[in-house]
């Protein structure tokens, strides 16, 4: 086909087909062809998947700055983000993606973009307000957040804009709010319709409560990924989170309603075999009546002896931990 009739067979196609094979494009690229033709303006605009990265605009966390440049910069993202909402035309959502790592005085800002993800029945939604590579002691960003924003954010009114989203990401930094937020966090809200949950999270003790949290409020959920951070570890500090002892958090035998009914697989990825991690899956596996599928894939970036453990770990889980369904199939990839 000569190459000169391309343009001319792109330009025939219906906008609706147009902005479907925009949406398959990552975000970025699907702004850019807002200055393809005069056509492609706003086709963009009504693009079912907004990621909203601040690294992917051009501000990135790890340059160093100073803070009142750092703000600005920050400030101008956020913007951005409202600017885009405001013009938005489509009526629904497939993916909504908000990464904002340390979001120290946009708590408002954060409220409002969740608040219109939801507003357009968005069916898979990504919060990541969390610095995979942050070196604070655990506990010390909710402090600042409190410090600097009276009200910090508000849990309750948080939930009550997650609960009919089916496909849910969030982030260490929310399971910490959870549990720090609330009297009787396991009454938040009413319960969730999320059939699939993905979890990222460095598997630190005092992300536990969130976890249980998610595992109560869910009762309807299918699947369980633990997305697991590989950073090193962070000294535990009592001055920012009492002390929780990872095995007993996990010995006791609660279960909830997910996992009596309708939880069947559970994967983990970057999994490395460590105490924690072994903690939490245990407990799955010994409370999970209907789960059919553990799902472990190993970090790409362990030694010879960090791999030996996910073996091990792997066997132990094959051989001697007690099971809750005598359907569960355990398989390890990558090791």
Known sequence: MDSGT????????????????????????????????????????ETTNLVFKESEFGLNQFVVDTEAKHSE????????????????????????????????????DIMSLIEFAATKQTKNLVINLSSSNSRQPPGALHIKLIYNQKNGLDITRLFSNLIYVRNLTICPFLLEMMIQDCDDPMKLHDPMKTRHLVIKTHMYPHEFGGITIFLNSCPELESLTFETYTTGPIVMSQRYWPLIHPKTFWLNNKTYECLERTLKAVKVINFCGIPNELHVLQYLIRTGRVMERLDLHAAKTLNNEQRRLVLTAAEEFQKNVERGSRHLRVTLHNA
């Open 6 to 45: 391309k343009p001319n067979l792109l330009s025939n196609l219906p906008d609706c087909l147009l902005v479907l094979i925009i949406s398959f494009l990552p975000f970025k690229q699907s702004v850019q062809t807002s200055v393809l033709a005069k056509r492609w303006k706003n086709l963009c605009r």
């Open 73 to 108: 910069r920050r400030a101008l993202f956020v913007s951005v983000m409202h600017q885009w909402i405001s013009r938005f035309t489509g009526n629904t959502i497939e993916t909504f993606e908000l990464c904002l790592p340390e979001p120290v005085g946009f708590e408002e």
